[in-house]
């Protein structure tokens, strides 16, 4: 029956670690920009989970959605305020500028709240375990694979069957050919933020399930898992985001129990020597696409 | 004729001035200057940020009292930034600014480079909890100190507890190998458990910032000999994660740590439901069971700040400003040499116990006892003070 715990597991690990990688490969594929704020972004989900729970009484699923929105708001503003400024300067101006944000956002959390870990209050449901067939797990696994599961669902149907969906992949294809057709830019690039500021949001509620406290460097974790993930799926691909996200989470987890004992502190090194070998086999990361556009401006 | 008029005047203006100093009045000398290179910022933070009030709290008291020497204190204090680098930058701004004493980041690695600034311009170098036995003379130098326990007498004192008083012999240990004091400390616990008789059966390793625990917890589960404690090595916010992990899995065995686990953030994350069965030895304890002082510090504290004293960490700030004050009374002067002679000398009786240090040839190891604490549904306890009959060499 351990061996069924585990799978449990490692599929709840990797439903959100996909979840991670979609969020950061949303921008990507549209700005080819890789957004190091986007971990900050979690951080103001989980932030607003702990003010929310510690002032006021109001029932956790508001306090959730409050987080949510939060972090598509603080996402749509980074957007706003920083990257609309700097999109037209070089890559290196805009990579430059997320990290600017990141610690902008880090340091505000750090002043205004505390360097301590804060606790987050959750709900009974996250401290709840279950024992279905002799097999023993969290509800929060449970939960983690649900919602992730229908986040991707969701998500694929907006990209899909939406008018918004339709212009945002287009745009990763081929964004001045999109322009041309009279999609306008700020909208799909500010919408793009939306969307991976409500999944960063997401992330954090069972980012934050886990550990039930949150600190000013809570993304960093996150941001290192949504990276490595899209570059093994495929930095050029949704799909490839979600492939990269499960893979990730369920190597790294069946490493960690297939090890012996004199390995397990190269636990890592595994790990990434199987993401080279990833992609040395296939440069391009595990899910390949049609369009292969430059970054636009 | 005017001259003489004005002497009975003058030895009125001494008489007074003298009176005043007597009466505890600070007197207007150059103050006595603390520097703190505590960390404000960075992963350091949640210990140094806590202890910074304490000293607060301590150079208010001691000014209150006519201060050091007759002088006033000042505490001034520079962000060292859990960095070494800028630990060693803080060190010699501090030094510049003519500090008489340094308080470092409380931790080898960050804390330890502004000590070494500190001894180089010969003065006093204390850190509040500071565990590395390497934070002692001999990797520093001769002037610098420790208030804390050791990691030895950290570690050992958990694997004497669990032994001696719960008869536990069987231990699974699970390390976060990402800074030195959570390994260093494993070592100890792990050598002391085996000089007792105990069985370790495995050793698992955690790295901070993972946030996902479901690999170790899956050999735990599959392993075919079930330990009577898991003693994880670890601190916040990844250590949330390891306790909750293991509870969430149906695991009630009893888990052993250090003084990581003194935070309230842990009680909190830990909650009700899973924060049983969690023992942990630290500095001290924020009642008057552990020390009938801390009621009187709870009071200052709550006079100068408007709220309870949350975190053990606040205590050996305001220790150390107390261990400084009485050695440098005791040496008469400010000077490094001769306050480090007296802090090796003297024995001191702090909130956080009893301290005494060996001599800077033996690299000023301090010898204290541990505080016991175990959490139920997510409420600390105080136990009582463990000091272990045997160290582990350092």
């Given at each position: 029956m351990i061996v069924f715990e585990f799978i449990i597991n490692a599929?709840?690990?990797?439903?959100?670690?996909?979840?991670?990688?979609?969020?950061?490969?949303?921008?990507?594929?549209?700005?080819?920009?890789?957004?190091?704020?986007?971990?900050?972004?979690?951080?103001?989900?989980?932030?607003?989970?702990?003010?929310?729970?510690?002032?006021?009484?109001?029932?956790?699923?508001?306090?959730?959605?409050?987080?949510?929105?939060?972090?598509?708001?603080?996402?749509?503003?980074?957007?706003?305020?920083?990257?609309?400024?700097?999109?037209?300067?070089?890559?290196?101006?805009?990579?430059?500028?997320?990290?600017?944000?990141?610690t902008l956002l880090q340091n505000s959390a750090?002043?205004?709240?505390?360097?301590?870990?804060?606790?987050?209050?959750?709900?009974?449901?996250?401290?709840?375990?279950?024992?279905?067939?002799?097999?023993?797990?969290?509800?929060?696994?449970?939960?983690?694979?649900?919602?992730?599961?229908?986040?991707?669902?969701?998500?694929?149907?907006?990209?899909?069957n939406t008018i918004l969906g339709i212009a945002l992949r287009a745009a990763a294809d081929d964004f001045q050919m999109t322009r041309m057709l009279g999609v306008p830019a700020n909208l799909v690039i500010s919408s793009a933020f939306v969307l991976s500021g409500a999944i960063a949001g997401v992330v954090s509620l069972f980012w934050i399930g886990r550990t039930a406290s949150v600190t000013p460097t809570i993304g960093l974790g996150p941001l290192l898992i949504a990276f490595v993930a899209t570059v093994i799926g495929g930095m050029r691909s949704l799909v490839g985001a979600v492939v990269g996200g499960f893979v990730y989470g369920l190597i790294f987890s069946f490493i960690g129990v297939l090890l012996p004992q004199v390995l397990l502190d190269y636990r890592e090194a595994f790990m990434f020597l199987i993401v080279i070998l990833i992609l040395l086999l296939r440069p391009e990361g595990l899910v390949r696409v049609k369009y292969a556009q430059e970054r636009v401006g | 004729m005017i001259r003489f008029a004005r002497i009975p005047s003058l030895l009125i203006m001494v008489t007074i001035l003298l009176t005043a100093c007597a009466g505890g009045q600070p007197a207007a000398e150059k103050p006595i200057l603390?520097?703190?290179?505590?960390?404000?910022?960075?992963?350091?933070?949640?210990?140094?940020?806590?202890?910074?009030?304490?000293?607060?709290?301590?150079?208010?008291?001691?000014?209150?009292?006519?201060?050091?020497?007759?002088?006033?204190?000042?505490?001034?204090?520079?962000?060292?930034?859990?960095?070494?680098?800028?630990?060693?930058?803080?060190?010699?701004?501090?030094?510049?600014?003519?500090?008489?004493?340094?308080?470092?980041?409380?931790?080898?690695?960050?804390?330890?480079?502004?000590?070494?600034?500190?001894?180089?311009?010969?003065?006093?170098?204390?850190?509040?909890?500071?565990?590395?036995?390497?934070?002692?003379?001999?990797?520093?130098?001769?002037?610098?100190?420790?208030?804390?326990?050791?990691?030895?007498?950290?570690?050992?004192a958990t694997a004497e507890y669990a032994f001696k008083e719960k008869g536990w012999t069987k231990v699974w240990v699970v390390t976060d190998t990402f800074i030195d004091y959570t390994k260093s400390l494993s070592r100890y616990f792990i050598e002391q458990f085996k000089t007792l008789g105990g069985t370790v059966l495995f050793e698992d390793t955690y790295t901070q910032g993972a946030q996902d625990f479901s690999a170790q917890l899956a050999r735990i589960q599959s392993s075919a000999q079930q330990p009577d404690f898991i003693y994880v090595s670890s601190y916040m916010p990844d250590l949330g994660t390891i306790i909750r992990t293991i509870r969430e899995a149906g695991i009630q065995l009893p888990i052993v740590g250090g003084d990581t686990y003194d935070d309230p953030g842990l009680f909190e994350a830990v909650g009700a439901d899973y924060g049983n069965e969690v023992y942990f030895d630290t500095h001290g304890f924020l009642s008057a069971e552990a020390n009938p002082r801390v009621t009187d510090f709870t009071t200052a504290y709550v006079a100068k700040f408007g709220?309870?004293?949350?975190?053990?960490?606040?205590?050996?700030?305001?220790?150390?400003?107390?261990?400084?004050?009485?050695?440098?009374?005791?040496?008469?002067?400010?000077?490094?040499?001769?306050?480090?002679?007296?802090?090796?000398?003297m024995e001191f009786d702090n909130l956080t116990g009893h301290l005494d240090w060996s001599d800077a040839a033996s690299g000023h190891m301090p010898t204290k006892a541990a505080a016991i604490v175990r959490l139920t549904a997510g409420v600390p306890k105080f136990l009582g003070w463990i000091t272990p009959a045997t160290l582990p060499a350092p």
């Open positions: 599929i709840s690990v990797g439903s959100l670690y996909a979840l991670i990688a979609l969020g950061l490969v949303i921008i990507y594929g549209i700005l080819k920009m890789v957004n190091f704020a986007y971990g900050e972004l979690i951080m103001v989900g989980g932030y607003l989970l702990y003010l929310v729970g510690a002032n006021t009484n109001i029932p956790w699923l508001i306090a959730a959605v409050i987080a949510v929105v939060g972090a598509m708001v603080v996402s749509y503003l980074t957007e706003l305020v920083a990257f609309r400024k700097v999109r037209e300067k070089s890559l290196t101006a805009l990579l430059i500028t997320t990290f600017a944000v990141s750090l002043i205004i709240i505390s360097p301590r870990a804060k606790a987050v209050a959750l709900p009974q449901i996250f401290s709840t375990t279950i024992t279905i067939f002799n097999i023993t797990t969290s509800m929060r696994n449970i939960l983690t694979i649900v919602v992730s599961i229908a986040m991707l669902v969701g998500l694929t149907f907006l990209f899909r | 603390i520097g703190g290179a505590l960390a404000l910022t960075g992963i350091n933070a949640y210990v140094d940020e806590p202890a910074v009030r304490g000293i607060q709290l301590a150079v208010d008291e001691i000014n209150a009292k006519g201060g050091i020497l007759g002088r006033n204190v000042e505490f001034v204090n520079l962000d060292s930034k859990s960095d070494p680098v800028t630990s060693s930058n803080v060190g010699v701004q501090l030094v510049e600014r003519g500090a008489n004493a340094i308080i470092p980041a409380a931790d080898f690695d960050m804390g330890g480079p502004a000590c070494r600034e500190a001894q180089k311009a010969g003065i006093v170098c204390i850190s509040t909890t500071a565990s590395s036995p390497l934070f002692g003379s001999e990797a520093l130098g001769d002037k610098v100190f420790t208030l804390s326990m050791w990691n030895t007498t950290m570690g050992a709220k309870d004293p949350e975190a053990v960490w606040i205590m050996p700030g305001y220790d150390v400003v107390y261990v400084l004050a009485k050695a440098m009374e005791k040496a008469g002067t400010t000077d490094g040499a001769k306050v480090a002679k007296a802090m090796e000398d």
